[in-house]
């Protein structure tokens, strides 16, 4: 049997998922064990993606998926490779560059689980100092690589989100939560300090529809109307008055009646009674915004009025309004990075079929294959990052055994359906060998990998313990992150030397 050499670009959450299954189908007790490497390369020198990077800090229990991808690492047939950037665009200038052409040859089987990382922008909206994409926002409090500047808080008293989904949530809690308890959870100290400086007073968060078509989950709100040290700003009660008729006379689903209940009750805190407060502005639709006159001055952001037409969609209703802000912070999704091999602009993400890779004129890229939101977009959430990645791990393995040695989840019907249409694959693409050295990998790694430039796994989990040690030290705090530069010295000095 051919060996089965996988490349995995992406160390996320799909990709781990991904390598998991794969190693678990096809356990050391298989015939076929032998013949599966894995390699998974990730442009950040720590594994785990928006896990690590993306997850607001005062939710440690969405991290227990890592549990699961420490135990595929422990499996000697997959290897990590961090720091290297693989690709046209470099967004962090310390990582070892490394082209598809240097990737390819060493590798029979290529997935990409490159993800989302370009947020999208409001075309009425374009970055500036007062505004700027959530995605930066969470890179700062996560001490993403990318190394956004952090937001000048201490002149910042009301800040305008646009887009009511989690993410919109998530920056909201962050401003409006007292930095002692945030100090618990694995927030930096350098991103605590800021937020002790902080003035806001007033978050709003506005979307275009109503409050049934809000895409934040209830978990989210509730947490909202938690919140120790803020209040929200009361609805106007008509909003919710007659929720089958403001939900285009559908009757509400579970989550909606949830939320309906919590937008009822208000916050636990009554209004007027904390100094900090929020809103939820629905019914608005920006359309510009205008800098500070000058210093101390606020910018002043265009909302268009909007009511829901007969398919749910907003349309203006004629009527504006402007608000003063001191910050506007964008969350309205991500898409794929354009540079990306295979990118559909018309999709916003990767070309696919089945998790299969398609070339522009729509014929398989033979063995080459996509998952989670690098695949699908940005949507969904980490269980059903993990089921599409169970499904993309096991048309993997029904391609390369087309027999019945390997036993993977019987597909349904629809999947049969897609399957049978791509039939013998006839008209397919080759852009990788069929036979390679099972344990080479790009020398520019190798030689990265020895510099201590490129990072493993080992090196992750030593940093992770010291992370850990460090932030125990600060009084039972989750953990004190390190930033590359402190965790390139601290590796020099615990790691054996590589030859």
């Keep these: 049997m051919a ?3 996988l490349a995995i670009v ?29 390699h998974l390369y990730d442009r950040l020198w720590a594994p785990y993606g928006l896990v690590r990077y993306g997850v607001a800090p005062d939710h440690p229990e969405v991290k227990n998926c890592t549990h699961k991808f420490d135990d595929a690492a422990l499996d000697p ?8 950037n693989i690709g046209e665009q470099a967004p962090i200038p310390y990582t070892l560059p490394l082209s598809l052409q240097s990737l390819f040859p ?71 939560t007292p930095p002692s308890r945030l100090a618990h959870y694995d927030v930096p100290r350098s991103v605590l300090d800021v937020l002790r400086r902080s003035r806001v007073r007033h978050v709003s968060i506005v979307g275009r529809r109503g ?4 895409a934040y989950t209830t978990k989210e709100l509730r947490e909202m109307m938690n919140l120790p040290d803020a209040s929200m700003v009361p609805l106007d009660p008509a909003l919710i008055a007659h929720p089958e008729e403001a939900n285009g006379g559908r009757e509400l689903t579970r989550q909606q009646a949830r939320a309906l209940q919590l937008l009822q009750k208000g916050s636990k805190n009554p209004p007027g009674s904390t100094e900090k407060t929020w809103s939820l502005d629905f019914f608005c639709s920006p359309t510009g915004l205008t800098a500070p006159a000058g210093p101390g001055q606020k910018a002043r952001l265009t909302l268009a009025h909007t009511a829901l037409d007969a398919n749910s969609r907003a349309v203006p209703t004629g009527e504006t309004s402007t608000i003063e802000t001191d910050l506007v912070v964008t969350s309205l999704g991500h898409r794929s990075d354009p540079s990306a091999p295979w990118y559909d602009p018309a999709l916003s ?21 996509a998952s989670g939101w690098a695949a699908m977009g940005a949507r969904g959430v980490l269980a059903s990052t993990m089921m599409d990645a169970y499904a993309v791990a096991d048309t993997i393995l029904r391609d390369h ?27 397919m693409v080759d852009v990788l060998p069929k036979d390679v050295d099972l ?37 039972g705090k989750e953990r004190e992150r390190m930033v590359w530069e402190e965790a390139r010295e601290f590796l020099a000095k615990v790691r054996s030397p590589r030859t």
């Design 3 to 5: 060996p089965l050499k």
């Design 10 to 38: 992406g160390g996320g959450p799909s990709a781990f998922y991904v390598a998991s299954r794969l190693l678990s189908l096809l356990p050391k007790t298989n015939e076929h064990a032998s013949r599966l490497k894995i």
């Design 77 to 84: 047939r997959l290897r990590f490779f961090g720091n290297v």
């Design 106 to 176: 060493h590798y029979t089987h290529v997935l990409f689980s490159t993800g989302c990382t370009v947020p999208i922008l409001h075309p009425a909206l374009p970055p500036s100092s007062f505004c700027v994409p959530a995605l930066s926002f969470v890179h700062w409090y996560t001490q993403h690589p990318s190394r956004p500047p952090p937001p000048p808080l201490e002149r910042i008293e009301h800040v305008t989100l646009i887009g009511q989904g989690n993410v919109s949530l998530d920056v909201a809690r962050m401003l409006l």
């Design 211 to 214: 409050p049934f078509q809000a």
């Design 349 to 369: 993400h990767l070309r696919t079929l089945g998790g299969r890779v398609l070339d522009a004129d729509g014929r398989v890229v033979r063995n080459v294959y």
């Design 401 to 427: 055994f087309p027999g019945k040695d390997v036993e993977t989840t019987p597909l349904s019907e629809a999947d049969v359906a897609t399957e049978t249409a791509q039939g013998g694959q006839g008209d």
């Design 439 to 475: 344990d080479s990998v790009p020398p520019e790694v190798e030689q990265g990998w020895r510099e201590g430039l490129v990072t493993d796994f080992a090196d992750w989990k030593a940093v992770d313990a010291e992370e850990v040690r460090r932030g125990e030290e600060q009084g």
